[in-house]
């Protein structure tokens, strides 16, 4: 008897890794977000170094919608620091849960 | 003596679904509310639009045209009994706060011009070849101001007239859908520019075609006839309106609920 219709269902369960730490990827893009005194920014490591390597409490930033924004330079640091670590540990975590699973 | 407090703006989702002979959109919006109140904390108002139309749609699930009752969406702005709104399709499930965050910028209405199919190679994102970006009404937000109110006037304008404003923006398809309108409405009020302030940093993440089954733990297990995916808990856009309007789509909530409920105790 064929293997076939056996190999065809094991191919219709199988999950593409790649596919499913894109979409992951970009989630967690969207969940970077963060706002602060009305503008938006996506934390990044250059944004964070930047804001921590600047000389002067109160600065202004573009923000993702290219509005200046004025920026409490501790106060945005600390919270841009969480975010970021938050969400890139949630990305890490579920990450390699992701690359376990090659079936649902 | 005067109040001279600042009143609070109340905030709130609007769920258009409006039933058809074949699909019970308002059952959908309702156990989407759940997850609104759920994932939002927000109160959610369903409105079945007085100016529905009558259409038709193709459907992924049987492949062939259904009833579609979809025009309304311009009635978003009077439907609404809130200052800030965010208004959506009873398919586009909530799993996420994502969409509050928005409400921290300055906008009068902010549009997703963005899209992301989970199980699809990736469509075009223009209205035609020689036409304006898509836009998607699956999703938006709007505070009730002068400029919103003239945005959703223009869209019923264009409802109105859509044959001429079809041919006059190169749009290929012939339906008349929200999302064309939305994007040509946009595209005049803002002097004939696309004004990218306008809409949100992220997309929407879609599912076309036949559903199997989705199950919700930290992700969410979809199962489509060819295919398995994990996918994050993110909103989620469903086109399989014979899934959504099966028995599954209450246990996925009820699910979902459950397992927050869980990660909260523990």
């Known amino acids: 008897m064929s293997d076939l219709p056996k190999i065809v269902e094991q191919v219709r369960l199988a999950t593409d890794f790649n596919v499913n730490r894109q979409i992951l990827r970009e989630k967690i893009q969207t969940d970077l977000h963060m706002t602060h005194n009305g503008g938006m920014f996506r934390i990044n490591p250059e944004l964070i170094a930047f804001v921590q390597g600047w000389p002067i409490d109160t600065l202004y930033m573009e923000d993702v919608y290219q509005n200046p924004i004025e920026i409490d330079r501790q106060v945005f640091l600390v919270t841009a620091q969480q975010h970021y670590h938050r969400v890139m540990n949630e990305w890490h975590q579920q990450h390699a849960e992701l690359r376990k699973i090659r079936k649902v | ?266």
């Open chain 2, 1 to 266: 003596m005067q109040n001279s407090a600042k009143s609070e703006k109340s905030r709130g989702v609007v769920i258009f679904a409006t039933n058809t002979a074949e699909t019970d959109y308002v059952s959908i919006a309702e156990q989407n509310a759940r997850l609104i109140e759920h994932f939002l904390k927000l109160p959610t108002t369903i409105v079945s639009a007085k100016d529905t139309g009558s259409n038709q749609r193709f459907s992924t699930d049987t492949g062939r045209f259904v009833e579609w009752k979809n025009f309304g969406r311009h009635e978003a702005y009077e439907a609404s009994p809130y200052d800030e709104t965010i208004v959506l399709d009873a398919d586009y499930l909530v799993f996420d706060n994502s969409l509050l965050g928005l409400f921290e910028c300055s906008f009068d209405y902010l549009l997703f011009d963005k899209n992301r199919y989970v199980n699809i190679d990736q469509q075009a994102s223009t209205m035609g070849p020689h036409s304006l970006p898509y836009i998607w009404a699956t999703a938006f937000l709007f505070r009730k101001t002068e400029r919103s109110r003239l945005f959703f006037e223009l869209v019923a304008k264009i409802k109105r007239n859509y044959d001429y404003y079809r041919l006059l923006y190169n749009v290929q398809e012939g339906n008349f859908r929200n999302d064309y309108a939305f994007a040509i409405a946009h595209y005049i009020l803002n002097g004939n520019s696309l004004a990218t302030e306008s809409f949100a940093p992220f997309h929407i993440l879609t599912v076309t075609g036949a559903v199997e089954s989705i199950t919700a733990s930290k992700n969410l297990v979809l199962r489509t006839p060819h295919k398995g995916h994990v996918l994050p808990l993110a909103n989620l856009h469903i086109m399989s309106k014979s899934w959504l309007t099966s028995p599954a789509l209450l246990l996925l909530v009820d699910q979902c609920l459950e397992n927050s409920t869980a990660t909260l105790v523990s």
